[in-house]
């Protein structure tokens, strides 16, 4: 016990090391480059397949051997709920938004013609 608490964690630190790195990549990517859409949604959306492969293996010991075997179930269930929200939120993002932003806008010119009208009277 003694010896393991003196061991540097340095699985966790190169597993943090490349987690930042891959996100100041997506952060790049998404404001700094000039790729397309289409690029830069798939080079997210690996980026944050590798980081999710770093955190299984770095910080969640995937791999070791010991008081059973990993729960795959759990990883399964893990993967179906991410993969559902991932897709409610691209579906959101890319269709929700469409018939509000029109309704906004009538809204805000209704706005500023009951302004103009109190202004007027």
Do not use: C, R
Not at 31 to 54: K, R
């Amino acid at each position: 016990m003694a010896e393991q608490s003196k061991k540097i964690p340095t699985q966790h630190i190169i597993g943090f090391a490349l987690s930042v790195i891959l996100t100041i990549i997506a952060a790049w990517t998404a404001l700094g480059s000039d790729l397309s859409t289409t690029w830069i949604i798939t080079g997210i959306m690996v980026l944050a397949v590798l980081q999710a492969a770093i955190q299984l293996f770095m910080f969640m010991h995937i791999t070791e051997k010991g008081v059973g075997n990993a729960p795959w179930n759990m990883i399964f269930h893990g993967f179906v709920i991410v993969a559902i929200i991932v897709a409610g939120s691209l579906f959101t993002m890319s269709y929700g938004f469409g018939h509000d932003m029109n309704d906004m806008d009538n809204d805000n010119m209704d706005m500023e013609h009951m302004e103009h009208m109190e202004q007027d009277n």
